[in-house]
């Protein structure tokens, strides 16, 4: 992998200008992954309807150095798998050159992935393309307003899942995503975050770098979703990762790995929920019981990952 | 010279070859009745290596348009197949294809919606779908289904034109019913059709090229509609000089609509896709009778053939528009209503009374037809209102 400094100097591919938020966690994902497409690699981005869209896209303005195209909320990975087969298509007709290189990549919010496009994810993943699908996972539908999705944390607050006198946020569980697209048996999958870098561009490589399908599902914090000032976006990201909220694996060929938490590194999940608008209400004295409650949820599911690199 | 070969096939049959000899780059489809025979016709081809196709074997239908979108988006020659429930559920992809300009060719098998479930032919699905901004043909024949589908990638593809066409084929009774068909030659079709020349593709162009923005609130929206308004009325002429290039090449003619007999006709029926044989049957009849009857058979029904339509109309006694579909809660079924408006605007006091028939596959008997043209005298005298009527319900 490339150091910091020759990161540096890629040209990006989402340029500034862009009507994001600051401190978006999406653009940054979209930004360190693509260095992970190498620098002078040509890539083809398809994103589904939602935040990264709408902002980076208003007529007659783009925000991308490389070809785009949004279809609509559902079927970013059906869009890409359209286009990759078409440069299948024309390379076989020579209509593109034998050894033009080109990448494909999707990207989704979890609205986008876990839910409305898991389907079409799905399919695209079991055809086996060539692509690269991304989810920016900042746990609800903030584009909307901030609508619960099935990647809405446990006892969250969202504007579909109201804190109220009976009801103390989303009840749920989140769905676990990335071990159902694991479960595709595709060559490559990685859970990852944009508050590690190092590792995220790395997974990227790896990603790119994998012939058929390959899946990252990344934490992309959102300032306005999750009711924090935009400086914090990395110092939370890093935070979701210590307390086990977040854990950072990847599945290669079957493979899991995982990046450990190191002891002295360690922390309660507390130290997450309380730096988020979101949980507010968990930390009133009649919610406290719930803590301990996200605390097994997250020990459990990082204890499944360990168990399956153990394997 | 072309080569014809002459065979006995189903237009699912035909379809798939008219995909095949236009050398379709990407084909993303789903499997549906009557649909179904088309694409494994086609995934064969794909099988034996007879084509150079990439077959999307999709999900969905939603993806299979989806990734039509996307493999036409990036400059490939692109088409897919559907019917009923599988059209509906690429409703909102239709909207797309065409808002976005990009030519794709589906075929559709048309089939009666759910519910109750039925797989049969009738005009629901099509019909459903017809404001979405595409071209739509209409065959009565398997030939047509074949030649419509061919005419179509040019058609698409043409620079000043840029628009996804829907050709159409009446489920079983022209999907799967066998018929005396003409096939041409590969090199003749290919030589027709020639290769797309994609204008700002997402790969292989020149620079990087952004599709499917976004328009907020004060952006070109509004503007962009009208253009697309615009471009799918000026499309006619492509559409004829198509249709008049493959009819030099086959001698088979293209017309928007085809009139039988209407010069002199009192009585004219206008109807679209296969029972238009049986209406003939009927018609010929009753011109030995004494009735002088004349079909118009809609081929082109979006654009909607306005002009055509009413200089066949005019000067009629009375005409019976046949629907194989409903619009629920509207005054007639939507050919009916074309035919209204179209009547209406041109000043044309021509009395129409309007038949829904055939739904969900039901029979379309000699009998209900000859019922249709035998009224219109009564509707031209007012002894019969215009108003819509279900025609042969048991």
């Given at each position: 992998m490339a150091n910091i400094k020759q990161l540096s100097e890629i040209n990006e591919r989402l340029v500034g200008g862009h009507r994001l938020c600051g401190g978006c966690g999406a653009s940054v994902a979209v930004r360190q992954i693509l260095m992970g497409a190498g620098p002078d690699t040509e890539v083809v981005v398809a994103v589904a309807t939602g935040c990264l869209e709408v902002s980076t896209t208003a007529l007659p303005f783009t925000s991308w150095d490389c070809s785009f195209i949004h279809n609509a909320f559902e079927n970013a990975a059906a869009t890409i798998t359209g286009v990759e087969a078409a440069y299948k298509a024309l390379k076989a007709t020579g209509k593109i050159a034998k050894d033009k290189e080109i990448k494909f990549i999707a990207f989704g919010g979890d609205g986008g992935t876990y839910d409305i496009g898991l389907q079409a994810l799905s399919g695209a993943l079991e055809r086996g393309h060539d692509f690269v699908y991304v989810c920016y996972d900042n746990g609800a539908y903030m584009n909307t307003g901030i609508q619960r999705s099935s990647a809405t944390p446990s006892h969250s607050w969202a504007t579909t899942s109201e804190v109220g006198a009976v009801i103390p946020g989303k009840p749920e569980r989140r769905k676990d995503l990335t071990s159902i697209v694991a479960a595709h048996h595709i060559p490559f999958a990685a859970q990852a975050s944009v508050g590690n870098w190092k590792n995220l561009v790395e997974v990227s490589e790896k990603a790119f770098n994998t012939p058929g399908p390959a899946f990252l599902n990344v934490l992309a914090p959102c300032p306005r979703g999750w009711r924090y000032t935009s400086e914090k976006t990395v110092e939370i990201s890093k935070l979701a990762f210590r307390t086990k909220f977040w854990p950072i694996f990847e599945i290669e060929n079957g493979k899991w790995s995982m990046k450990e938490i190191r002891e002295k590194d360690l922390l309660p999940i507390e130290e997450f929920l309380k730096t988020q608008g979101r949980f507010a209400h968990l930390f009133k004295p009649e919610n406290e019981h719930l803590i301990a409650g996200i605390q097994a949820e997250v020990d459990e599911y990082y204890d499944y990952v360990k168990s399956m690199c153990a394997k | 010279?072309?080569?014809?070969?002459?065979?006995?096939?189903?237009?699912?049959?035909?379809?798939?070859?008219?995909?095949?000899?236009?050398?379709?780059?990407?084909?993303?489809?789903?499997?549906?009745?009557?649909?179904?025979?088309?694409?494994?016709?086609?995934?064969?081809?794909?099988?034996?290596?007879?084509?150079?196709?990439?077959?999307?074997?999709?999900?969905?239908?939603?993806?299979?348009l989806s990734a039509s979108i996307g493999a036409s988006a990036a400059g490939a020659r692109v088409a897919t197949a559907t019917a009923a429930q599988g059209l509906a559920l690429m409703f909102e992809e239709l909207y797309i294809a065409s808002g976005m300009r990009l030519p794709i060719v589906m075929a559709n098998a048309n089939r009666a919606l759910s519910a109750p479930i039925n797989i049969h032919g009738d005009h629901s699905d099509v019909m459903s779908c017809r404001d979405c901004g595409w071209i739509v043909l209409f065959a009565e024949t398997a030939q047509e289904a074949?030649?419509?589908?061919?005419?179509?990638?040019?058609?698409?593809?043409?620079?000043?034109?840029?628009?996804?066409?829907?050709?159409?084929?009446?489920?079983?009774?022209?999907?799967?019913?066998?018929?005396?068909?003409?096939?041409?030659?590969?090199?003749?079709?290919?030589?027709?059709?020639?290769?797309?020349?994609?204008?700002?593709?997402?790969?292989?162009?020149?620079?990087?090229?952004?599709?499917?923005?976004?328009?907020?609130?004060?952006?070109?929206?509004?503007?962009?509609?009208?253009?697309?308004?615009?471009?799918?009325?000026?499309?006619?002429?492509?559409?004829?000089?198509?249709?008049?290039?493959?009819?030099?090449?086959?001698?088979?003619k293209f017309e928007f609509v085809e009139k039988w007999e209407c010069d002199d006709a009192d009585y004219i029926m206008v109807i679209a896709g296969s029972s238009a044989g049986n209406a003939r049957v009927v018609a010929r009849e009753l011109r030995a009778e004494g009735l002088k009857v004349g079909i118009a058979r809609i081929r082109l029904y979006r654009p909607f053939p306005v002009a055509e339509l009413v200089d066949i109309l005019k000067d009629a006694k009375a005409v019976a528009v046949l629907d194989r579909s409903d619009c629920f809660g509207a005054q007639f079924g939507p050919i009916g209503l074309d035919v209204a408006s179209a009547l209406y605007s041109a000043g044309a006091q021509v009395p129409m009374r309007n038949y829904i028939y055939g739904l969900g596959g039901a029979d379309v008997t000699l009998d209900a037809l000859r019922q249709a043209f035998t009224e219109l005298p009564q509707v031209a005298s007012g002894e019969l209102d215009q108003s819509l009527n279900y025609l042969g319900v048991r």
């Open positions: - | 010279m072309a080569n014809v070969t002459v065979l006995g096939a189903t237009g699912n049959q035909m379809v798939a070859e008219a995909f095949r000899q236009a050398k379709v780059d990407v084909l993303p489809a789903y499997p549906i009745t009557p649909q179904t025979t088309m694409v494994e016709n086609f995934a064969k081809y794909v099988a034996d290596g007879r084509v150079h196709t990439e077959y999307v074997a999709v999900e969905s239908e939603h993806s299979a074949y030649d419509q589908t061919i005419i179509s990638f040019p058609i698409a593809e043409n620079p000043n034109v840029l628009l996804p066409v829907m050709t159409t084929l009446d489920g079983f009774v022209t999907t799967h019913a066998m018929e005396r068909c003409e096939l041409m030659d590969d090199d003749t079709v290919a030589a027709y059709v020639g290769d797309r020349v994609p204008e700002n593709a997402l790969i292989g162009g020149p620079k990087a090229v952004s599709h499917g923005m976004f328009s907020s609130l004060g952006g070109p929206y509004f503007k962009l509609k009208k253009v697309q308004r615009e471009a799918l009325e000026n499309s006619k002429p492509y559409i004829q000089a198509e249709g008049d290039k493959w009819a030099a090449i086959t001698g088979r």
